[in-house]
């Protein structure tokens, strides 16, 4: 790969960035309410509770368990009696010990069957909660929901009590939450301010984990790597290990100096 090569790839690439964003730039179209009232970042009282509302066969969107539904066979999980299940936010169960009680994020359950989520946008974990939630019902399918499907800690889990795959499995927002997100909104195609709302709430998820680009963003950027060899090769370079490393490095040192250089004024 020579320079030249790379900085053209790189350039045309700000070319699109550029154009796609002054193509989005419609009056509105910025608009989310999520954002503009400063809870983009609350777990309980946006995310958990939107989740919940959705959720919930009884929740005031009118369609039962359909978007409930949805979730369950995108989870494969095939047994679980939605019709007359319930969605909880913030569920207590109980003062908090070292293995057990808390406050469940999300609580889907019916009379036998139990569904526990876990949810963590920018949280930190706190000491043996996962084990707690795991000790509330053993027989409960255990998640733990994050922007990216990050593990937890060992000290969520009872510094390794609990094993991922075996007693809980991870879910992220940037893929299981959006996918099921997108399937919500078209069966709520024919109620416009639900449909809407979902919408928003879908560029919301968008934002926190980076997917700002549509398809026809994603699908220009293909064709011009793919344009010439150079710019192919030039894309594979980029992708190396050795250069994402340095490059993820460097840009947590800039950072923890800045914040340095912030803290000290």
């Known amino acids: 790969m020579t320079l030249p090569a790379l900085e053209s790839l790189l350039n045309e690439t700000r070319i699109l960035r550029r154009a796609q964003a002054l193509a989005g730039e419609k009056p509105g179209e910025k608009f989310n309410i999520f954002s503009i009232l400063g809870m983009e970042a609350d777990e309980v009282y946006t995310h958990s509770s ?4 959705l959720l919930s066969p009884h929740g005031p969107h009118g369609l039962g368990d359909t978007f409930l539904k949805l979730l369950l066979n995108q989870l494969e999980i095939s047994d679980f009696e939605s019709a007359q299940a319930h969605c909880i936010a913030e569920h207590y169960i109980g003062p908090v ?36 939630y795991y000790n509330y019902d053993q027989k409960a399918v255990l998640y733990y929901l994050t922007l990216f499907g990050a593990e937890p800690g060992e000290e969520s889990t009872g510094m390794g009590q609990l094993q991922s795959g075996q007693h809980f499995k ?96």
Not at 107 to 120: A, S
Request: net charge negative.
């Open 97 to 132: 010990t070292e293995t057990e009680g808390g406050r469940i994020d999300l609580l889907i359950h019916n009379k036998t069957q139990k569904i526990i989520l876990e949810n963590k946008i920018f949280a930190g974990d706190q000491p043996n909660q996962l084990l707690r």
């Open 170 to 265: 991870c879910l992220s927002y940037a893929s299981d939450i959006l996918q099921w997100l997108e399937l919500c909104r078209k069966e709520a195609a024919d109620i416009p301010i639900l449909r809407e709302t979902i919408a928003q709430y879908i560029a919301l998820i968008k934002k926190l984990t980076f997917q700002n680009f549509d398809g026809k963003m994603q699908k220009e950027l293909v064709d011009k790597i793919l344009s010439t060899p150079d710019h192919l090769t030039s894309f594979f370079e980029l992708q190396s290990a050795g250069t994402t490393q340095v490059v993820l490095d460097t840009v947590i040192e800039k950072l923890e100096n800045d914040l340095q250089h912030w803290a000290g004024q």
């Open 50 to 53: 939107f989740l919940a509302s």
